[in-house]
């Protein structure tokens, strides 16, 4: 059986519209509670949430399908997904449950489901789950008497606040710096600018006003701009970019200059392995991470291994071959010694902390590796040619030959946008370019 539900980091859709309707939503809340009612103790879901106005649906229909299966349920409000992943271990709860969609504007949302581990889901169980919902799950329905309850944890966020502070190296302070974070409007609204300014430093927030609409709207990781700008306002020391659930988070040096994903791995893989803590001898990555880091790491002895995209095909990837750390270049950081997912505070934590530890300036001590020159373009589906399609296959058997062997090209379909995705890397900046506009070009049928 394929899945029809799920996507590479869960279910994700528009709002209202199937598969993110309270309908879907009851039954994958049913499904779930199906699969993971194992054992006679009373079974306990944790349920979080984002910023945006669908989640005020979506949660209380997860929360009846839980309900009505005999489990019950945990509301934790607006939290990080990581907050999620950490309090469903430290709950013992046996199931974990996120309604985000992550990056997307407000009209999407997402349901991210973590086993009693904290992980997420395997392909495997995502398919047994989908198998429920298809097929029902009326004939497990819990008695009157066993009905779940619905209760809110009223210090979820001081749990979390505790726990990515002791993540932060003992002795160590941010006191002096100062610090503009982006909040995305979105799901560490709260506990970002808290954790920080607890931790010593000066603090200049932005996107931290979610109305239900403005979520990742020109805030966030995805839109930089704002606080880059900030950064240089005030002088600051550094930036810092969540996206809207807060498990992928980016940095701007004091001089507003971006720094992706591939770099924060690349300075805390260096770091870690200077101090003796790195495991595995390497890095996780995935096949979107630049040449310039695998070079890097080479430099040091040390391997990158590529993944598919996703940062729960890293982390599988990290617990198989016994390394703790990887992540993606969009700024998914999954550090093992502290979290079974992206975490973007705890990952900003521990950029901080080098900071902390060189006494130099961001844009000398966190730009590890020069980058090569890597361009990435996304090609809506709407009216363009299918993946598979013959014109397409072409088109990328000639890129490949173009760009040769100092070259890198992929495309691939996004698994949570109605997305392809075209990524091209070498030496040769307008050679990437020309690829890449010509790949583009056929996908969308212009030619045609």
């Not at 209380?60 to 950490?86: E, N, R, Y």
């Not at 013992?92 to 949302?109: E, K, T």
């Amino acid at each position: 059986m394929t899945r029809t539900l799920f996507g590479t980091d869960g279910i994700r859709g528009t709002a209202n519209s199937e598969p993110m309707t309270a309908e879907t939503a009851l039954g994958v809340g049913m499904a779930a509670a199906r699969h993971f009612l194992r054992g006679d103790h009373r079974h306990r879901a944790v349920i979080g949430k984002d910023t945006r106005l669908s989640g005020y649906m979506i949660e209380p229909a997860l929360t009846a399908g839980f309900v009505s299966m005999g489990m019950d349920v945990i509301l934790i409000g607006p939290m990080p997904t990581p907050a999620v992943a950490m309090l469903t271990r430290s709950l013992r709860a046996d199931l974990g449950v996120m309604i985000s969609a992550s990056h997307n504007p407000y009209q999407d949302n997402g349901i991210k489901l973590f086993g009693p581990d904290g992980h997420k889901l395997s392909d495997a169980v995502e398919r047994e789950i989908e198998e429920h919902v298809d097929n029902g799950v009326d004939t497990h329905l819990a008695a009157p008497g066993l009905l779940g309850r619905a209760m809110r944890l009223d210090d979820a966020q001081g749990r979390y606040t505790e726990f990515v502070k002791q993540t932060f190296p003992r002795g160590l302070t941010l006191e002096g710096l100062k610090i503009v974070v982006d909040c995305a409007n979105g799901a560490a609204y709260k506990v970002a600018p808290e954790v920080l300014w607890e931790l010593g430093a000066e603090v200049v927030p932005i996107g931290v006003a979610p109305d239900g609409f403005n979520i990742n709207k020109d805030c966030g990781s995805t839109a930089t701009e704002t606080m880059q700008s900030q950064v240089v306002a005030h002088a600051a020391d550094l930036g810092i970019a969540f996206d809207g659930d807060a498990d992928r988070v980016l940095i701007a040096d004091e001089s507003g200059a971006l720094m992706d994903g591939d770099q924060i791995i690349g300075l805390i893989a260096g770091r870690w392995h200077a101090e003796g803590r790195l495991l595995g001898g390497g890095v996780v990555a995935t096949v979107m991470s630049n040449l310039g880091l695998e070079s890097y790491l080479g430099g040091r002895g040390l391997t990158l291994e590529r993944t598919r995209v996703g940062d729960r095909y890293v982390v599988e990837s990290m617990r198989k071959r016994g390394f703790n750390l990887g992540g993606e270049q969009s700024g998914h950081i999954i550090l093992g010694d502290h979290g079974t997912t992206g975490d973007g505070l705890v990952a900003a934590l521990q950029v901080l902390a080098a900071l902390v530890v060189s006494g130099g300036r961001a844009s000398e001590t966190c730009r590890v590796f020069e980058p090569l020159p890597q361009l990435l373009r996304n090609v809506s589906l709407d009216g363009g040619l299918a993946l598979e399609d013959e014109a397409v296959q072409g088109a990328i058997t000639a890129g490949t030959e173009r760009l040769g062997p100092k070259g890198r090209l992929l495309v691939r379909e996004s698994g949570t946008e109605p997305l392809i995705r075209v990524m091209a890397e070498g030496e040769d900046s307008a050679l990437i370019n020309a690829v890449v506009d010509d790949i583009a070009a056929v996908i969308a049928n212009e030619e045609g």
